[in-house]
Nanobody
Framework: QVQVVESGGGLVQAGGSLRLSCAAS????????MAWYRQAPGKQRELVAA???????NYADSVKGRFTISRDNAKNTLYLQMNSLRPEDTALYYC????????WGQGTQVTVSS
């Protein structure tokens, strides 16, 4: 059983930065594609950024140039560096890992004030 636990959310002013972390249990996290999703109130969950086990990345257009996804396979940890935050980035951010099935964390809240 794989568990993923997010941390690092909080309240920040527009233009500020936050760094989210996702700790994954089990060695499969080193070979599994991982991603960050977010869900704002009243909206569907959307992909923010994804990274393959080899480090290939892709981003939602809305965060390109502002967010950076990375992973440390030795620590089984996924990161999301978020810069130049905007009020529209406010959402519950989820860590996702796929290995035969989908694994989700409980989410960490990011709130950006204007």
């Amino acid at each position: 059983q794989v568990q993923v636990v997010e941390s690092g959310g909080g309240l920040v002013q527009a233009g500020g930065s936050l760094r989210l972390s996702c700790a994954a249990s089990g060695s499969i996290s080193r070979i599994a594609p991982m991603a960050w999703y977010r869900q704002a109130p009243g909206k569907q969950r959307e992909l923010v950024a994804a990274i393959s086990s080899g480090g290939d990345t892709n981003y939602a257009d809305s965060v390109k140039g502002r967010f950076t996804i990375s992973r440390d396979n030795a620590k089984n940890t996924l990161y999301l560096q978020m810069n130049s935050l905007r009020p529209e980035d406010t959402a519950l951010y989820y860590c996702h890992l796929y290995y035969r099935v989908n694994y989700w964390g409980q989410g960490t809240q990011v709130t950006v004030s204007s």
